[in-house]
């Protein structure tokens, strides 16, 4: 028996890093994934590792900024499957690293629509089934940028932070059906996305900065979303986790 048994989970951003980690770790206990991202190649490479563990996956190419694609997305979802019990709102970008005078609106407009748009659209595409059924899951994923914040970060520091503050209001909000919402807010974790933006030197620099002198693995933000979606976490709501190997702690 696996602790996601019977259960559907719908991923954003799982056609890579933390979100095909996650959907992978869930699929092994049991789960069903749909795999949403605008990233058909990466999508497809999730699905098939997700059916070689022996669970059912479909995906879905939407990109979560579009409020119409997201619903239709949604409501094929739970035409395929039945239903979706979980759901972690993961798709994101990397942030637009320059200082506030060079911040464009173009900028704002990519950071707030991916990671708040995307997860206000998702979310209320997917909330009528789970008060109706009086069950849910919820995980936003947000960043040490929403808590702590870093130089250069404007619009990333700015979303992250706002997913923070919609995980906890959703917390109250759907608690009268049960409904958990919690945040995980991931340090510095090797995915395609620093991969992709930082030099060897900057990588080196940032693991530095770690306490722990490394960076997380996609699958160690992934153990702490499948927590949060877990029965072992019925009574959580309105929390963030935050794996970051000690990179918050204060003191020596
Ligand atoms: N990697 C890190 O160090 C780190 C740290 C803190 C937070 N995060 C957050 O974790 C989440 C996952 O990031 P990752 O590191 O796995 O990155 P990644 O680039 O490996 O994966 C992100 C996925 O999201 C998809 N995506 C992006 N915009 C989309 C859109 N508009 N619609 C649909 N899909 C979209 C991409 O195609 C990609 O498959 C993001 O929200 C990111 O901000 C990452």
Same mark, same amino acid.
């Given at each position: 028996?696996?602790?996601? &048994?019977?259960?559907?989970?719908?991923?954003? /951003?799982?056609?890579?890093?933390?979100g095909?980690? =996650?959907?992978?770790?869930?699929?092994?206990? /049991?789960?069903?994934?749909?795999?949403? &991202?605008?990233?058909?190649?990466?999508?497809?490479? =999730?699905? *098939?590792?997700?059916?070689?563990?022996?669970?059912?996956?479909?995906?879905?190419?939407? &990109?979560? =900024?579009?409020? /119409?694609?997201?619903?239709?997305?949604?409501?094929?979802?739970?035409?395929?499957?039945?239903?979706?019990d979980?759901?972690?709102?993961?798709?994101?970008?990397?942030?637009?690293?320059?200082p506030?005078? *060079?911040?464009? #609106?173009?900028?704002?407009?990519?950071?707030?629509?991916?990671?708040?748009?995307?997860?206000?659209?998702?979310?209320?595409?997917?909330?009528?089934?789970?008060?109706?059924?009086g $069950?849910?899951?919820?995980?936003?994923?947000?960043?040490?940028?929403?808590m702590?914040?870093?130089?250069?970060?404007?619009? $990333?520091?700015?979303?992250?932070?706002?997913?923070l503050?919609?995980?906890?209001?959703?917390a109250?909000?759907?608690?009268?059906?049960?409904?958990?919402?919690?945040?995980?807010?991931?340090?510095? %974790?090797?995915? #395609?996305?620093?991969?992709?933006?930082? =030099? #060897?030197?900057?990588?080196?620099?940032?693991?530095?900065?770690?306490?722990?002198?490394?960076?997380?693995?996609?699958? *160690?933000?992934?153990?702490?979303?499948?927590?949060? %979606?877990?029965?072992?976490?019925?009574?959580?709501?309105?929390?963030?986790?935050? #794996?970051?190997? /000690? $990179?918050?702690?204060?003191? $020596?």
């Amino acid at each position: 028996m696996g602790q996601f &048994d019977g259960r559907i989970a719908l991923i954003t /951003g799982s056609g890579s890093g933390i979100g095909r980690a =996650t959907a992978l770790i869930m699929a092994e206990r /049991g789960a069903d994934i749909a795999v949403l &991202d605008r990233n058909m190649e990466g999508a497809e490479e =999730t699905a *098939e590792k997700v059916r070689a563990l022996g669970r059912s996956a479909k995906i879905w190419e939407a &990109d979560v =900024t579009d409020f /119409g694609a997201m619903a239709e997305a949604v409501k094929a979802v739970e035409g395929a499957f039945g239903k979706i019990d979980v759901l972690v709102n993961n798709a994101g970008v990397s942030s637009d690293r320059c200082p506030l005078e *060079e911040v464009t #609106p173009e900028m704002f407009h990519r950071s707030m629509y991916v990671h708040l748009g995307g997860a206000i659209f998702t979310t209320q595409a997917v909330i009528p089934g789970m008060k109706a059924r009086g $069950y849910g899951k919820i995980v936003n994923i947000s960043s040490i940028q929403g808590m702590v914040g870093h130089a250069n970060g404007a619009t $990333y520091n700015a979303a992250k932070g706002g997913v923070l503050a919609l995980t906890k209001g959703w917390a109250r909000e759907f608690s009268e059906w049960k409904i958990c919402v919690n945040a995980v807010a991931p340090g510095h %974790c090797l995915t #395609p996305m620093p991969m992709a933006r930082d =030099t #060897p030197e900057v990588l080196a620099k940032k693991a530095e900065s770690v306490p722990f002198k490394r960076y997380g693995q996609p699958e *160690e933000m992934g153990y702490a979303i499948a927590y949060l %979606c877990s029965p072992e976490a019925d009574f959580v709501t309105g929390q963030v986790i935050s #794996p970051n190997g /000690g $990179y918050l702690m204060v003191g $020596y």
